[in-house]
Structures are given as C-alpha cells and as structure tokens.
C-alpha cells in the first residue's frame, strides 16, 4: 500500500501530518507518551507512518467523526471520540462514500493517481466499538506537555478543539476554520454556533497566540474567532453576500463572502461560513 503521508513540524512537540485527500492529522510527543488527533481518511498505512515519527506509547483522539478524519482508526487498538459523533461512524463508512471522497478529492490534493482508488487502497472501516466517549474537558498528560479537549458543536455535534498550552497552540480542526461547514442535516444553527463560538473564546481567552486547522496546513491568529462571529451576525442578519453553492451532500448551500480558488476570503478576512438557509435561526 502506497505512502501518501508527510509531515511538518510546528514546535519541538507538534507535528503536522498530511494525507491523501490534504486532510491533516496531529502528532503530539511528549516526554513519556505520544498524542495523535485524527486518522485520517484510512489510505495508507498511518501507524507504520506515525511509527517513524514516534516510539512513544500512543494514544488516539479525533476532533469529530467525519470520512476523512476517523477512518484510519481501524488500525489502532482503541480511540477517543465524542459520542454525540458516533453515527457519523455508520452514516459515512460506506465503501461508495469513502471512495467517491477520494476521487473527488483526487485533483484538489494533487493526488491526480486517487481517480482511479478502489476499496482496496482503503483500511478497514472504522469499528464502533473501539470507539471511548471523548468527553468536554479531557485532559492527556503526555510528560512535558498537555493536550486540552473542548467542545465546540456546530460542524458536527461532537466536534472538538485541541488546546496545546505549553506550546500556546490551538487545534480548532473543522470546528472554526478558513470556511466552516455548517451545511449539513445535522449541524446546528448559526444563532446556536455563535453562542458556542462565543463560549469557547471567553473559555481559552489568553491562552494561545496560533491556530491550527484541519486541512490546507492554514495558521490563523486570534482574529479566527471574531471573523467567524462576524459571519454569524451577517447570516443572522441577512447582510452576507449569499453566494449560491452545492455542498458535499449535494445539496443547495449558500456561502457568506466570495472565495478565491483556495478557499480564502476575497476580502482578506480569515474566516467564512457555507450554511443552509434552513438553519440560520434555533
């Protein structure tokens, strides 16, 4: 099975690994044990990767349950997931779905080999019942350094963010990105996004100069937040630029500001969200 995986270090403790579909992953190593946030979309062997970055014993946590985040799971003993992500588990795991996203995403991250991937370039789906309740405020103490566990629902019921404290870096995955995903069936409202935005911010208020995401390898600074929340109140108040789209479900989505061909604002603002028009208001 092809490698597809590289990696970037960001400080003496915290790796960034790329995947196949340029989603990223999160090694963190500690004195005496190693943290790896997400697994990816399951092509390619991630532990034999991980193994040449590491021998620390090693545990495994995901920000949310989405295909391209969980799916290499299957290859570790057991993992830590909210269990408000659980069905995300079952919902996407699908041989069709798992291999329509790589193929999709085939020519964006420059992958142009995973048009032709079949089932057989995957791991084996994620298994459920490895899965442990990662709860809101789990804490991993590796040694030297810490990694924090907040929740912050929107994209996904369960999602998290990973706050790395000695190192001054937070992890906010696809929970608050350059363009968060708000589109889906199951995300909550703008209104109710906003109240957790807003939680999370006073929650971590001082305690980190950088943010880190989930895929593009983008790093924000504490800006992320208020333009995020901006977005909201235009959504709410109908002011945004409503830029017609189709999200992954293939379903019509509008997007708040106009986008450039990689997926950064126009306008230069960092942040922006792709949302239904069903699911502004609680």
């Given at each position: 099975m092809k490698s597809y995986f590289k990696s970037k270090k960001l400080?003496?403790?915290?790796?960034?690994?790329?995947?196949?579909?340029?989603?990223?992953?999160?090694?963190?190593?500690?004195?005496?044990?190693?943290?790896?946030?997400?697994?990816g979309t399951g092509i390619g062997d991630l532990k034999a990767y991980v193994e040449t970055l590491t021998d620390k014993p090693l545990t495994v946590a995901m920000t949310h349950g989405h295909v391209d985040h969980v799916q290499g799971a299957s290859q570790f003993e057991e993992y830590y997931l909210n269990q408000k992500?659980?069905?995300?588990?079952?919902?996407?795991?699908?041989?069709?779905?798992?291999?329509?996203?790589a193929r999709f995403m085939a020519i964006?991250?420059?992958?142009?080999?995973?048009e032709k991937i079949n089932i057989d370039g995957f791991q084996p789906k994620a298994d459920?019942?490895?899965?442990?309740?990662?709860?809101d405020g789990t804490v991993f103490a590796l040694g030297d350094i810490t990694a924090e566990f907040h929740a912050l629902p929107g994209h996904t019921p369960g999602s998290m963010t990973v706050l790395f404290p000695e190192d001054r870096i937070l992890l906010t995955g696809d929970a608050c990105c350059?363009?968060?995903?708000l589109s889906f069936m199951y995300c909550t409202s703008i209104e109710e996004y906003r109240e957790?935005?807003?939680?999370?911010?006073?929650?971590l208020e001082g305690r980190y100069d950088?943010?880190?995401?989930s895929h593009g390898g983008h790093e924000f600074t504490n800006e992320l937040f208020d333009s995020v929340i901006e977005c909201c109140d235009e959504i709410s108040a109908r002011t945004d630029e409503k830029i017609p789209m189709?999200?992954?479900?293939?379903?019509?989505?509008?997007?708040?500001?106009?986008?450039?061909?990689?997926?950064?604002?126009?306008?230069?603002?960092?942040?922006?969200?792709v949302y239904s028009e069903k699911n502004i208001y609680r």
């Open positions: 400080s003496d403790s915290l790796t960034r690994i790329y995947g196949a579909t340029g989603e990223c992953m999160y090694l963190v190593t500690g004195k005496e044990r190693a943290l790896l946030v997400d697994t992500d659980r069905f995300l588990l079952s919902r996407d795991s699908s041989s069709a779905l798992r291999v329509g996203y964006p991250a420059r992958n142009p080999e995973l459920p019942e490895k899965g442990i309740d990662l709860k350059g363009v968060t995903l957790a935005l807003l939680a999370l911010k006073a929650k950088r943010i880190v995401v189709t999200d992954l479900d293939g379903r019509p989505s509008l997007c708040a500001h106009a986008m450039d061909f990689i997926h950064g604002r126009k306008d230069g603002k960092p942040g922006n969200i």
